[in-house]
Structure formats: C-alpha cells, structure tokens
C-alpha cells in the first residue's frame, strides 16, 4: 500500500518472466577451502540415486585431498 496523491499517476504492474527451472548445487569445504560442487541435472529428482552420485564423487575428491596432505 502506497500513500500518493489524488492525481498522481498509478504504479505500473511488473510481469513476471517464467524462469527456466531451479537446479540444486551441493557444495562440501573443509577449513582449506571448496571440496567439490556439485550440480544436479536439470529435471532430475532428488532420490537416492543422486545422493549416491554426489558422495561418491565427494568420495573420489577427498582421497585426492587426503592424498594431497598426506604423501606418504
């Protein structure tokens, strides 16, 4: 609601566009810095599938990160 006067011109009404559809990114850090981003497909579900997908990849990132740290 908006005070104005009498002979003031209304506001003009904004369309809004449709957007083109929401992903999901996931991201894991530790205190060094980002780990892995994540984004998931457009028009994919969230079920166990894909959380299975983004921890093995976070799986496969963190061995290279421990690997990294830790030469042995």
Known sequence: ???HHPQSPGNKKRRMSLSEGKIMITVFWDCQGVILVDAMPRGETVISNAYIRTLT??????KQVWLQENPT
Do not use: A, P, S
Request: net charge neutral.
């Open 57 to 62: 990849e976070l799986r496969k990132h963190l």
């Open 1 to 3: 609601m908006e005070w």
